[in-house]
């Protein structure tokens, strides 16, 4: 075989552009208060054990969860159903237009962006969306995070653990941006500290924590921030 000459340009590598959220869903000018309280938590490698020592350690009347793990979608079904054996808390696959409830855990299908519609009693719907991958990965930690800042602003905790690359800092700087506490998982617990580090070189962590604080901090602030209803 012949070298190939010199001087010989080679052709350039076709790289797929990483769209950011607005590929999805544009941000809420004004996100509506007194919606229904919720937690979101965003992670990628690593984060299947990261969850599950979160999300064990809730309590059975935690605010609703949603999550969205990267994870081919053959797989996220299995993994909601083996946490949901491990947990007080429900957990379980999340399904296009179903409400959210309170003690349950909703896991992004691994083919889809997971959003939230508001509705007009003050909680909120799930929505799955098929649309391009947001920075390269569907379903997107920012899409997620900005879909809970746009419907739940102030009354939302934002929590991103352990996980390659940078999806998810931008979505939980803007949640904080609109009055939700948000928190980073820290370096010497992450199996990659790549997420919560973009995370936090943004500011956009209040807290940066060890994965074994996590889940006794969510519910020291769920505590805190959202009112206990008593019966009448």
């Known amino acids: ?135 390269r990965h569907r379903p997107s930690v920012d899409v997620m995070f900005r879909s809970v800042a746009n419907v739940a602003g102030r009354q939302a905790l934002g929590v991103i653990l352990t996980g390659m690359g940078r999806d998810g800092a931008e979505g939980l700087l803007e949640m904080r941006e609109v009055g939700a506490y948000t928190l980073a998982q820290d370096e010497k617990s992450c199996v990659v500290f790549g997420m919560p580090r973009e995370a936090i070189l943004r500011g956009a962590a209040h807290e940066v924590l060890s994965l074994s604080e996590i889940a006794p901090r969510l519910t020291a602030l769920c505590r805190q921030r959202i009112p206990v209803r008593t019966s009448p």
């Open 1 to 135: 075989m012949s070298a190939r000459p010199s001087g010989t340009m080679l052709p350039p590598i076709e790289v797929s552009p990483s769209l950011s959220a607005d590929a999805i869903l544009a941000r809420a000018r004004a996100p509506a208060p007194g919606r229904q309280p919720l937690i979101a938590i965003g992670a990628s490698t690593g984060g299947t054990e990261a969850l599950r020592v979160v999300l064990s350690a809730l309590e059975a009347g935690s605010p609703a969860i949603v999550i969205s793990q990267h994870m081919p979608e053959m797989f996220t079904r299995s993994f909601a159903e083996r946490l949901d054996s491990l947990c007080r808390i429900r957990v379980k696959e999340a399904e296009a237009g179903e409400p959210v409830q309170a003690g349950v855990a909703y896991v992004a299908p691994g083919h889809s962006h997971l959003l939230l519609r508001a509705t007009p009693a003050g909680g909120y719907t799930v929505q799955l969306d098929r649309g391009a991958p947001v920075n």
